[in-house]
């Protein structure tokens, strides 16, 4: 578990849409520190992907994924194993100082990990339904433009990327999933619990 640092800072971060795909433009290989997994790909992807001509997400006609669709989550902790939560244990959830969180009046659910004094230690994910059009246009501008590694590990497209914090000794990052109509959006500093996108996906789809 990272240590809170001394001053605050909030504020949600929002998520923006992805849709269906075949991805390009993705090495095999999960940046360190990021909320995530293992460092390779996994799932039902066919091997490592092929960067296209546009170095980004391939736009090829697909079947509309509609019919399985999952239920969006309404529960922060219960899509979380017990070893993330542990991981977790004394970071508060949606506390109201960060703003909206829990389960949204659109259907979305925002987790917000992070203590309000805490000056950037925070993690926060978006789970909603997004469109195929949407979905493309951000996933090709993470891929194209801001350097995000992308690759189809759990059945989804998965986008992500770390940094280092402009103003503290810290790392942040973001790792996005998309899968049948759902994006799972998570933005974080200095918190990347293992296992915490993984451990999502698992409590979505199984």
Do not use: H
């Amino acid at each position: 578990m990272a240590t809170l640092l001394p001053r605050r800072t909030a504020g949600l971060l929002a998520s923006a849409a992805i849709s269906v795909l075949l991805l390009s433009a993705c090495a095999p290989e999960t940046p360190s520190g990021s909320p995530g997994d293992s460092p390779a790909p996994s799932g039902s992807a066919s091997g490592t992907p092929t960067p296209n001509e546009t170095n980004g997400v391939d736009a090829s006609p697909t079947p509309s994924p509609s019919s399985t669709t999952v239920a969006l989550p309404t529960d922060c902790r219960a899509i979380l194993n017990a070893s993330v939560l542990a991981q977790l244990e004394e970071v508060p959830l949606n506390d109201p100082a960060f703003g909206a969180s829990g389960a949204q009046a659109d259907g979305s659910l925002i987790c917000v990990w992070g203590d309000p004094g805490a000056d950037t230690t925070s993690l926060v994910t978006t789970i909603e339904y997004v469109n195929r059009g949407p979905a493309l246009d951000m996933l090709n501008a993470l891929a194209n433009d801001e350097g995000f590694t992308c690759f189809t590990p759990d059945g989804g497209t998965r986008c992500e990327k770390t940094w280092q914090n402009e103003t503290y000794p810290v790392t942040d990052g973001r790792t996005l999933f998309w899968r049948d109509d759902v994006l799972i959006d998570t933005r974080y500093s200095n918190l990347a619990p293992s296992g915490y996108t993984s451990a999502i996906i698992v409590s979505m789809w199984g």
